[in-house]
C-alpha cells in the first residue's frame, strides 16, 4: 500500500476536522449569550426538587425569577428560613414574606366514622375505586383512605392514619399541589397556613341523612352561620361555606355549637399525628 | 357475511379468526349462564311504593327538573326535559306525588338529584291519551323529533339518546341499519325475551328507524344460542321491506358495535371512527322494540325489560319494571338474595357496574340485575405478566393489552394514546383470559379517565 493514500486521508480527514473546528469557534463567538453568572449559582442553592409550588415551572426557572427580581426568595415553600436567608445574602435582596400554605383535606371521614356501604375488593388506588361505586363508601364525597395522596406526595409530608385518613405534616408540605391533582375526590385544597377556620367536609345531604353516612358529617344545621361574622360563612346545599376573603374576620366560637364537628379550629395538623407507621411499633 | 358453520376443533380454529360462518376475529367464550332466566316468560312487576328517576341517566347532558315536592303526576308526564341536543327527557314511570327533588343514591356509586315520586296505590296506573303521536302520519324529521321527545335511549347499557343517532350527519349516508340481538354478555335475556315475545315490534320499531333515516335495507344478527328468537323474528319478518335475520357466532364480545358490522356487514370500522362513516348504524333489540312501543301504546319510554338473574338471587326472572324501581323492591319481587350473595352488578359481569346501595334505581339503561355468589366473585391474586401473549389473543380490536398494562402502570398516558388506548371499549376480554389475573380492563378504565382529565386541566 502507498504511503501517500493514507497521508491523503489522514490530510483529508484533519482538513474537515479544522474546517468544522474554525465553524464552530465562529458560531461560539457570533451566538454567545451573556448569562447572569450569579443563575448558576442561585439553582445550586434551591431545593431542586422542581415540585412547582412558587409557580413557576421548575428550579432553575424559579433562579431566573429570583436573579431578574420578579420573586422574592420566601416563594420557594420547600426551603428552610436558613437556606431562604441564604439564598437572599447572595442576591443582596429582602427574603420576602412567607406565604406559607398548606393542603388541607376536606373530609374527617375516617373508618372510625364514617359509615361503609359495602366492601371494595378491587385495585387498592383511589382512582379505582372511586369509579366502583365510589369504593362502597357511605358517603360518596367523602376520603377513600387508599393512599393515592401518600403515594403522589414527593416530600413524604402525608402520611395515612389508622383510620385511612391522610395526616398532612404542615412542615414537610410545600403546597406543590400533586395531592390536590391525586385525589379522585378532589378534597384536598392549598390554603395558607394561618387560615385555622375549615370545614371538615364535603356532603351534600341534610340533616339525618348526612349523620347516617358519617358521624362528622355536616348536616347543615346553619348554627356556625349564626355564630361567625355576618357573611363569612353561608349555606350551600346543605354545606357550610367558608369565605376566605373574610377570614380576618374569624373566631373560634364559631365552631363551638357545631353537633358533629365538621367545622373546626385549627393550629398545626388535622388530625392525629398517630401514623400506621407508629401504629405498628407500639 | 354469514357463511356455513363448521362444527368440531376445525371449526373453533376457524371461528378465531372470523372465519367459521362469517364475524370477527379473536374474543372469549365465557360461560354464558343464560339458562337461569332464558326460558322464563317476562312478567310485570307490581308497581313499588316509590320509584326514584335521577336526572343522569343517559349519555349527555343530564335533564333538569321541572316539577317540585307536592306536585302530582301521572304515568307518562314529562318531569324533567333535556338540556341541549345530546340529552334525554324523562318522564314519570308511575303515577303519583313528588316526593322530594333531592340527592339520592345512583347505581354508579355517587348521589345524584333525582326526582322521587310516591306512587298512587289507588291510581289505575292509566296514562294520559296518547303522549306521543302516530307514527304512520310523520315525516322523517317528525319522526326523529316523536323519538326524542318520548325520552328514547340506548337500552342495552351505554344509554346513548336514539334521537342522535338517528340524525347523522349528511356526508355520511347511511345504507343499513343493524339490530343488535346478539346479547353476548353472560347471564343477561332481556334481549332474547324481547324477540321471543315481541318479534313485531322489533320488526316495527326497525320499520320506523328505517324510514326516519330513508334506508331501504334492515339486518337483525342473533346469536346461534337463541334458535327460537331468530325464528320468532323470521316468522314474523315483514314481505315489503328487505330485512333479513342473520345467525351470527357465538362469542363474546359479538354485540360490540364494531364486531357486529365486521359480522354482518363484513366492513371494518377503522380506529377512531364511527359506525356511521362505513354507512351503517347499530342500534340494540330492546331500543328497537321499546321505538315501536312508545308508537304503539303512546307512552314515552318509563319501563323496560330486566333480567333478575344469577345465583345470588332466589328467583330469577325477567320483569317488566317502571324505571327507578329501587334494586331492594326488585330484589324482595324476587324472593330476596341468598345468604352467600356478594356482589350485586348492573348490567352483565363483563362490562356492568358494581352497585353498593341498594336504594340504587334501575336507570332506562340498565339491562339487567346480576347478583353474584362468593364462589363467583373471590377475587384470584395477581400475579406479575409473564407475557404469554393470551391477550393479544383476545383483544378483538387487536390491541396490545401487555403494553398498555405496562404503561398504564407508569402512568405514560401519552404512549398509551399512541397505543390505540382510545380503540379499547373495555370489552373485558384481556382480563378474561390472563392467567396471572391482571385486572386489564380496570387499569384501561382508569387510563382513559386520567387522559380525559389531562385533556381537561389542558384545555
Known amino acids: 500500500m502507498e504511503i501517500g ?22 458560531a461560539h463567538r457570533t451566538f454567545w449569550v451573556w448569562e447572569d453568572p450569579r443563575l448558576d449559582e442561585v439553582a445550586a442553592m434551591l431545593p431542586g426538587s422542581n415540585c412547582g ?13 429570583l436573579v431578574e427580581g420578579r420573586l422574592q426568595p420566601a416563594a420557594c415553600t420547600s426551603m428552610g428560613e436558613a437556606e431562604v436567608e441564604a439564598v437572599a445574602d447572595y442576591l443582596g435582596v429582602e427574603a420576602g414574606e412567607a406565604n406559607h400554605q398548606v393542603a388541607r383535606l376536606l373530609c374527617a371521614g375516617g373508618s372510625h366514622v364514617a359509615a361503609q356501604q359495602a366492601e371494595y375488593r378491587g385495585l387498592p388506588t383511589c382512582a379505582a375505586a372511586a369509579v366502583v361505586a365510589k369504593g362502597g363508601k357511605g358517603c360518596p364525597w367523602g376520603c377513600f383512605g387508599l393512599d393515592d395522596c401518600e403515594v403522589a406526595c414527593t416530600f413524604d409530608a402525608i402520611v395515612m392514619s389508622r383510620v385511612g385518613l391522610p395526616v398532612v405534616i404542615p412542615e414537610l408540605c410545600t403546597a406543590c399541589g400533586d395531592c390536590v391533582e391525586a385525589c379522585p375526590q378532589g378534597l384536598f385544597t392549598l390554603m395558607p397556613s394561618d387560615h385555622s377556620l375549615l370545614v371538615q367536609c364535603r356532603n351534600l345531604v341534610h340533616g339525618d341523612e348526612a349523620e ?6 355536616c348536616n347543615g344545621c346553619a348554627r356556625c352561620v349564626q355564630d361567625a361574622a355576618p357573611e363569612l360563612i353561608r349555606m350551600e346545599h346543605g354545606l357550610a361555606v367558608i369565605d376566605y376573603s373574610r377570614i380576618d374576620l374569624a373566631e373560634p366560637s364559631a365552631t363551638e355549637r357545631c353537633p358533629t364537628g365538621a367545622i373546626i379550629w385549627l393550629e398545626g395538623m388535622q388530625f392525629p399525628a398517630e401514623s ?4 405498628s411499633l407500639t | 357475511m354469514a357463511g356455513p358453520v363448521v362444527r368440531g376443533p376445525v371449526g373453533r380454529l376457524l371461528e378465531r379468526w372470523g372465519l367459521n360462518g362469517g364475524g370477527f376475529a379473536h374474543g372469549v367464550h365465557p360461560p354464558p349462564h343464560k339458562e337461569l332466566t332464558a326460558h322464563l316468560p317476562t312478567r310485570r312487576l307490581p308497581f313499588p311504593d316509590e320509584v326514584v328517576l335521577p336526572i343522569r341517566q343517559h349519555a349527555g347532558k343530564p335533564a333538569r327538573p321541572i316539577v317540585e315536592r307536592g306536585d302530582r303526576v301521572e304515568r307518562g308526564d314529562l318531569v324533567a326535559e333535556s338540556q341541549g341536543f345530546v340529552s334525554s327527557p324523562i318522564h314519570a314511570s308511575a303515577a303519583g306525588t313528588v316526593a322530594d327533588v333531592d340527592f339520592w343514591p345512583h347505581p354508579d356509586g355517587s348521589w345524584e338529584q333525582a326526582i322521587r315520586i310516591r306512587v298512587d296505590r289507588f291510581s289505575t296506573q292509566l296514562p294520559r291519551p296518547r303522549l306521543v303521536p302516530r307514527w304512520e302520519t310523520l315525516d322523517p324529521s317528525e319522526l326523529v323529533d316523536a323519538i326524542r321527545r318520548a325520552g328514547v335511549v340506548g337500552l342495552g347499557g ?3 339518546p336514539t334521537h342522535v343517532k338517528l340524525s347523522p350527519p349528511p356526508e355520511y349516508p347511511i345504507d343499513t341499519v343493524l339490530v343488535n340481538g346478539s346479547e353476548c354478555e353472560p347471564y343477561l335475556t332481556t334481549d332474547h325475551r324481547t324477540m321471543v315475545e315481541f318479534p313485531e315490534r322489533v320488526h316495527l320499531g326497525l320499520r320506523v328507524m328505517m324510514r326516519a333515516l330513508g334506508v331501504e335495507r334492515g339486518v337483525i344478527g342473533v346469536e346461534l344460542n337463541k334458535p327460537d328468537a331468530i325464528e320468532a323474528l323470521r316468522r314474523s319478518a315483514p314481505t315489503d321491506l328487505d330485512v333479513s335475520v342473520v345467525g351470527l357466532t357465538v362469542k363474546y364480545p359479538q354485540g360490540a358495535e364494531k364486531m357486529l358490522i365486521r359480522s354482518l356487514l363484513g366492513r371494518e370500522v377503522p380506529g377512531g371512527s364511527l359506525p356511521m362513516h362505513v354507512g351503517t348504524l347499530v342500534q340494540n333489540v330492546s331500543s328497537v322494540a321499546t321505538i315501536a312501543e312508545v308508537f304503539e301504546t303512546g307512552l314515552p319510554l318509563v319501563e323496560r325489560i330486566v333480567t333478575v338473574t344469577g345465583r345470588g338471587v332466589r328467583s330469577p326472572a325477567n320483569l317488566i319494571v317502571p324505571v327507578g324501581t329501587k334494586l331492594r323492591d326488585l330484589l324482595e319481587h324476587c324472593g330476596g338474595l ?3 350473595a356478594r356482589e350485586i352488578v348492573f348490567g352483565g359481569p363483563m362490562m356492568g357496574g358494581s352497585v353498593a346501595h341498594l336504594d340504587a334505581p334501575l336507570l332506562k339503561g340498565t339491562t339487567g340485575v346480576v347478583v353474584l355468589t362468593e364462589a363467583d366473585v373471590r377475587v384470584p391474586e ?7 401473549g393470551r391477550c393479544l389473543d383476545a383483544c378483538p380490536l387487536f390491541l396490545n393489552p401487555q403494553l398498555l398494562a405496562n404503561l398504564a402502570r407508569s402512568g405514560r398516558w401519552d404512549e398509551m ?3 390505540h388506548l382510545a380503540d379499547c371499549m373495555l370489552c373485558g376480554c384481556c382480563a378474561y383470559v390472563c392467567p396471572s389475573n391482571i385486572p386489564l380492563a380496570q387499569l384501561f378504565r382508569l387510563s382513559k379517565d386520567a387522559v380525559r382529565r389531562k385533556r381537561t386541566v389542558a384545555a
Not at chain 1, 493514500?5 to 465562529?26: D, E, P, R, S, T
Not at chain 1, 409550588?53 to 425569577?65: M, S, T
Not at chain 1, 400506621?276 to 401504629?279: E, K, P, S
Open chain 1, 5 to 26: 493514500a493514507v497521508l491523503g486521508a489522514a490530510a483529508i480527514l484533519g482538513g474537515i476536522g479544522i474546517v468544522f473546528a474554525v465553524l464552530i469557534a465562529v
Open chain 1, 53 to 65: 409550588a412558587c409557580g413557576e415551572p421548575g428550579c432553575r426557572a424559579f433562579a431566573e425569577a
Open chain 1, 212 to 217: 347516617e353516612m358519617c358521624t362528622v358529617a
Open chain 2, 417 to 419: 394514546e399512541d397505543a
Open chain 2, 382 to 388: 395477581s400475579y406479575p405478566c409473564i407475557r404469554c
Open chain 2, 338 to 340: 341468598t345468604p352467600d
Open chain 2, 158 to 160: 351505554a344509554a346513548f
Open chain 1, 276 to 279: 400506621r407507621l407508629t401504629g
